[in-house]
């Protein structure tokens, strides 16, 4: 697998998926390895679900991404009127849990408290 490919599922339920809304899907899906640390990248894999909720009306979609990484799993959920606009609304949440999730990593080092912090202090102490 290339570095900068992710491995997608998409279905849809209650509807058909043409071309264009898999292109679609897949190019915005694809954007989302930029902000993956580059060690999580080849491990990380998305399912996209777009289902069409079917009302008095009008018809709604609604768009889950779950992006599975490494050590954690991200889902992003939400509706509009249209499914590319969905799914353009739960990449944008998908980039700031993506966000979220390597600031976390950042933090869980030596220098913040970590295990390795908590090893150096009891030896300072004696």
Do not use: W
């Not at 989302?32 to 640390?37: K, N, R």
Request: contains cysteine; positive net charge.
């Amino acid at each position: 697998m290339s570095d900068k490919t992710l491995s997608l599922e998409i279905s849809g339920i209650h509807m058909e998926i043409d071309d264009r809304t898999r292109k679609y899907v897949s190019k915005k899906c694809e954007k989302l390895i930029d902000y993956i640390p580059r060690q999580s990248r080849e491990a990380a894999f998305a399912s996209v679900k777009l289902e069409q909720i079917d009302q008095k009306d009008n018809n709604k979609y609604e768009s889950t991404i779950v992006l599975t990484l490494p050590d954690k799993q991200l889902i992003a959920k939400d509706m509009a009127p249209n499914a590319l606009a969905a799914v353009d609304i739960v990449e944008a949440k998908l980039r700031g849990q993506i966000r979220k999730y390597k600031t976390e990593r950042r933090t869980d080092g030596v220098r913040t408290g970590g295990i390795m912090a908590r090893v150096k202090r009891t030896l300072r102490r004696k």
